[in-house]
C-alpha cells in the first residue's frame, strides 16, 4: 500500500536490484560515429548474454571535398556487417545501404564482434575520400518499441509498466547468468595459473636439488683423483 512503510524485499536486495537496473540501462544502448577510409574495416566488442537480441542502426555520411562537410551518403555506396559470437561463428553476413538497420540474437554469452565496411558499387565516388558512420547499438530490453507494443495489445499505462520492468527482470536474470560464467571462467583461469606456478616451482627444486647432488658427486670424483680424500 502507498502509505506503507515496509517492502516486500529486504533493504540489501532492493539496493543490488536497482544497481543492476541502472548498470543494465548504462550498458543496454550507446550510440557513436567514426571515420573509414575507402577499403577500411571497423570492428567493435560487444559483451553480449546468450539468447539476447541486438539491434543496429546505422547511417553514413560522404566527405565532399569542395564543399569541406560531410553529405548525406548516396544510395550507390553500401555497408557491410558482419558480426561473429565468442566461437569464431558468423551469426550475421549481409550487405546493407548507406543507411540502415541490422538485427540478430546471441545464442552463446559473451564478447561478440561487429565489424562494418563499405563495400560500394560506385566507389568512384568514394575514391580517395573517407566516410563517417553513426552507429547505434541497443541491447535487449531497449530494443522493444513499447509505444507500438502498447498500441498492439491495447496495453493500458500500467500493463505497460509491467510489461517493461518483466523485460527488465528477464535481462537482469540473464545477465546474472553472464556474470557468474565470466567469474566461473575467471576462477577455473586462477586455479589453472596457480598449478601450473606450483609444478614449476616443484619442477626447479627438483633440478636444483639434481645439480646439487651432481656437483657433489662430480667435487668427490675430483678430490679422489687427486688423492685429496
Known sequence: MA?????????????AVVCLVVQLVG??????????????????IEEIPDETM???NYRTQLWDKQTETFLPSTPGLGMFVEVKDPDKKVVLSRQYGSEGRFTFTSHTHGEHQICLHSNSTRMALFAGGKLRVHLDIQVGEHTNNYPEIAAKDKLTELQLR???????????????????????????????????VLWWSIAQTIILILTGVWQMRHLKSFFEAKKLV
Not at 28 to 44: P, Q, S
Request: include cysteine; glycine fraction near 10%.
Open 27 to 44: 550498458r543496454g544502448a550507446h550510440a557513436l560515429y567514426f571515420h573509414i577510409g575507402e577499403t577500411e574495416k571497423r570492428c567493435f
Open 3 to 15: 502509505g506503507d512503510g515496509h517492502s516486500g524485499l529486504p533493504v540489501g536486495t532492493a539496493v
Open 162 to 196: 509491467a510489461r517493461q520492468l518483466l523485460d527488465q527482470v528477464e535481462q537482469i536474470q540473464k545477465e546474472q547468468n553472464y556474470q557468474r560464467y565470466r567469474e566461473e571462467r575467471f576462477r577455473m583461469t586462477s586455479e589453472s595459473t596457480n598449478q601450473r
Open 54 to 56: 541486438v539491434i543496429g
